[in-house]
């Protein structure tokens, strides 16, 4: 046995990744921009409600209340997640949705093919694994560098797969 193959036993991972969704605004950000926003709606709406207005208050307040709700939609969906990892006899690629139902799938990665499709001002546009009939589409969440990052690191590891 070379110390190549001895450094990586068949079964031992050499390429992990997680992917997740990036979300630019933390749990702090978000609970100042919705203090923001209740401060700003109610002092608008107390003056509105003064002159006699007084269904703009309540209109003010269901603007708040949807702000709400579409960012905890967002931070739900942020919850999705994938993970793969590459070894010499497998690459597993684990699915989790924001509900939290996990879906896995396995392939042999001498048979596996990456398939990444581009456009000229974009970049990536949509990358799968597609082996054994199956099509799994990873990564659809990431932004295009991290697209470009990913695509490069794990057409590596599948080339490194092949390889040994």
Do not use: C
């Amino acid at each position: 046995m070379s110390d190549t193959n001895a450094s990586y036993p068949a079964d031992e991972p050499f390429f992990q990744a997680l992917l997740i969704p990036h979300r630019s605004l933390g749990k702090t950000g978000f609970a100042i921009l919705m203090g923001a926003l209740l401060f700003g709606s109610s002092v608008t709406g107390a003056f509105f409600l003064s002159r006699g207005a007084w269904p703009v208050f309540g209109f003010l307040g269901l603007d708040v209340i949807a702000v709400y709700v579409a960012f905890r939609a967002n931070y739900r969906a942020a919850r999705a997640r994938e993970e793969v990892s590459v070894s010499r006899t497998s690459l597993d690629i684990r699915k989790t949705a924001p509900s939290g139902k996990s879906e896995a799938h396995r392939f042999n990665p001498f048979w596996a093919r990456f398939s990444v499709a581009r456009h000229a001002e974009i970049g990536i546009t949509r990358m799968a694994v597609e082996a054994q009939g199956q099509n799994v589409p990873i990564g659809g969440f990431l932004n295009p560098d991290d697209r470009e990052s990913f695509a490069s690191a794990f057409s590596r590891a599948l080339a490194t797969a092949k390889a040994r």
